[in-house]
């Protein structure tokens, strides 16, 4: 049976596990920003939230680079909403990392993680007092 | 392993691979009057190679420094026929370092070193309050 608490958590936590995975691609591309011919990468978040959201998504599925790798039962790939930036301007060296951009994104992803976990808290604190029963 | 966790991996190789790029920065520097370097020929300059490499299950990628190349620029020629490097016309090679460039260099490298460990920081903060859910 599924909960209430699962219900009303379960938007919270697949934003969070999103954008977990965006502050990892966002971290990628300030890691590269030296890199000759690295193109910088984003996720579509609002299409990643929905697809997510729409099949109920669990675990994210991992990369498998053989195929001996053993994938994740139930997992979705995010593959599909990933995309690369178009650049403002050309680097000599191939490389599209536009350091102010991807420092703004950085900053503006931990935000909204910050308030994701926010917002789980005051659930839980909601939880907690109507069983509570004060 | 939580993608919170990979954010470590990823700066944490671009951390190290900035270190070794202000390194061989150093290095160029410190020996930019080396007439002659171990094996006696004239020091060259040294460049790091970069390249994204994958984080294992992630999209996402950290960096990897590939190799250490000599510069292919051409040596620098410096006429002084007391010098006792000197070839047959007076002129001594020196190092083909560019020590504009190597200043260059080493401010970006600095700058991307401090861009990973805020990357790092904030990352940690993230986790921290990530643990303290419920709490």
Not at chain 1, 29 to 37: G, Q, V
Not at chain 1, 79 to 106: L, P
Not at chain 2, 19 to 33: E, F, H, Q, Y
Not at chain 2, 93 to 114: D, W
Request: aromatic share 6%.
């Amino acid at each position: 049976m599924k909960a209430l608490i699962d219900n009303a958590l379960s938007f919270h936590q697949t934003a969070l596990n999103l954008q977990a995975h965006r502050q990892q691609l966002l971290a990628s591309n300030i890691a590269n920003a030296d890199t000759p011919n690295y193109k910088a990468r984003d996720i579509d978040f609002r299409s990643a939230l929905q697809g997510a959201l729409g099949e109920r998504l669990g675990p994210l599925a991992l990369s498998t680079s053989s195929a001996r790798h053993l994938p994740v039962a139930g997992a979705a790939s995010l593959q599909g909403y990933i995309g690369y930036r178009t650049e403002f301007q050309s680097s000599v060296d191939g490389n599209t990392v536009n350091m102010d951009a991807e420092r703004a994104a950085f900053a503006e992803n931990s935000l909204h993680y910050e308030a994701s976990i926010t917002f789980i808290n005051g659930l839980l604190r909601g939880m907690q007092s109507a069983i509570s029963g004060q | 392993m939580s993608s919170m966790l990979n954010v470590f991996t990823i700066a944490g190789s671009a951390l190290n691979a900035q270190s070794m790029r202000l390194n061989t920065t150093a290095s160029n520097l410190a020996n930019a009057d080396s007439v002659a370097g171990a094996d006696g020929q004239p020091y060259r300059a040294k460049q790091v190679v970069f390249q994204a490499t994958p984080v294992a299950g992630a999209e996402a990628h950290g960096v990897r420094v590939t190799g250490v190349v000599d510069s292919a620029a051409p040596l620098r020629l410096v006429y002084d026929p007391a010098n006792p490097a000197a070839d047959g016309e007076g002129y001594v090679s020196m190092p083909n370092v560019n020590v504009v460039e190597e200043m260059v260099n080493m401010i970006s490298a600095s700058r991307s070193y401090q861009n990973n460990t805020e990357v790092m920081n904030t990352a940690k903060t993230l986790l921290q309050r990530t643990l303290q859910i419920g709490q």
